[in-house]
């Protein structure tokens, strides 16, 4: 083994191969502190040739490889298992943005490059990169588009999936696919960039992209609405559908329980509101207009909710920092989660005419079954994606967690909806994969992974079970 660490030393440079435990921890710790991964080092390559020859040194020597951005996943997708014969690929070298095309709306960059970095770049070139999740200051665009990442503007602007044009990445033989095409049409063969976007390092290392732009909008205004249901949550997001139409650019659900962990663990962000209301929408507008077109439209959206019945109380916010305070208040439900202690995350996607009926059959049923259970039940309502997350008054140990998820799981497959809406399978949902997907899906899955990694050196035991012992 100190033969293929020599070689990658050769390779890379001494400085970048690091083996000291104490530096490898942080890449094979998963954010949650739910699991530790062990390693046999973490390598830093600078460019796609230098990612191309540790893929191939890998290969040679079958050393599986483990590709890492920020290591803000959250299906354990990117730290390596328990065996330590792997090595963690950390693309966050690789962090420049090569150029932005305002006139073709597009701009290219590297796997490594922070979210936030390249949504700063894109507004510094008079353009908006849309993608905007709570990790986005430690997340890569690399980690974005192997978990085809969603977050809050997924109901405008889609996905990262609907938000690249290419991809340049190394396949498991180290050979570089130059995919960097910045096309909007481009009808040639099957759609490799797709096969690889959501594939989490386990059918190519990808080493740069074409991202898509869109204007800056003129005017973005962010309003806080108190509602009594998750129904009239579902009533307001299509009146706002039908009024504002691609102006929504956020439809965010929040319940009183998970703005209630906000307030307890982060005392200074307070709901704005001087009572409790069972559920707050959190929307955006993005007009391309004016301030002037903006205010009108939602005060007119917030008279016809009211004689709708559908709004208990709206605070506006009027100034970039008022709605910034009520972003945090959204953004910070996961780290509040973290601070209250154990609950079991479900990652959820429904239609949304069938959200209200899940939530209430679920929460009934949790309700039976495990007495005193706190549900905190928040996420992209604008897209179907909830994030239903459950803690059971026991103490969570592996039995009650798979029962409560095998639980949840079952009532979204009534439902007709998924049980990972974005953050991906990874090492945690395999068995959820198996159990909620027909034969002949997992069989398709496994003949690409068969086609383009034979060694199973990508990434192996993530999406599909490992086929070695
Ligand atoms: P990592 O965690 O490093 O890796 C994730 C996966 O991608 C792994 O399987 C890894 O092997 C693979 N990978 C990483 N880089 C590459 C590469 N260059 N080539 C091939 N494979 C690669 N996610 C959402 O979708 N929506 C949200 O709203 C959201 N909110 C979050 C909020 C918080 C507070 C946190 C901590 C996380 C949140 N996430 C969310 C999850 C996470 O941030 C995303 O999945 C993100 O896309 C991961 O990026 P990363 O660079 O950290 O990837
Ligand atoms: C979000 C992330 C975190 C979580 O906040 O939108 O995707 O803990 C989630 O579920
Ligand atoms: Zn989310």
Redesign the pocket.
Known sequence: MSDFLGHCRDAIGAANVVSASAEIAPHVAD?RGRKNGKALAVLKPASTSEVAQIVRLCARFEVPL?????????AL??IPDERGNAIVLS?TRMNRIRGVDPFNNTMVVE?GCILETVRAAAASGGRLFPLS???RG???I??????N????AVLQYGSMRNLCLGIEAVTADGEIWDGLRALRKDNTGYDLRDLLIGS??TL????AAVLKLVPIPASKRTVLMALRSVEDAVHLLELCQRRCGAMLTGFELMSSYALDLVARHFPAMRSPFNRKHPYCALLELSDPESDQHASALLESLASAATELGLLLDAAVASSEQQSGALWALREHI??AQAAEGGNIKHDIALPISHIPGFVQATNQTLEETYPGCRIVCYG?LGDGNLHYNVMPAEPINPAIEETISRLVHDGVARFNGSFSA???I?AMKVEELCAYRPAVELSMMRKIKQALDPQNIL?PG?ILTDPRP
């Open positions: 954010w483990v590709p890492q951005g920020g290591n803000t996943g959250l997708g990117g693309l796997a999740i709570g990790s430690s997340c890569t690399g980690g974005n588009l192997a978990t990442a969603g977050g809050t989490e390092g190519a290392v990808i080493t996961p780290l992209h974005e953050h991906g990874g990434n993530k």
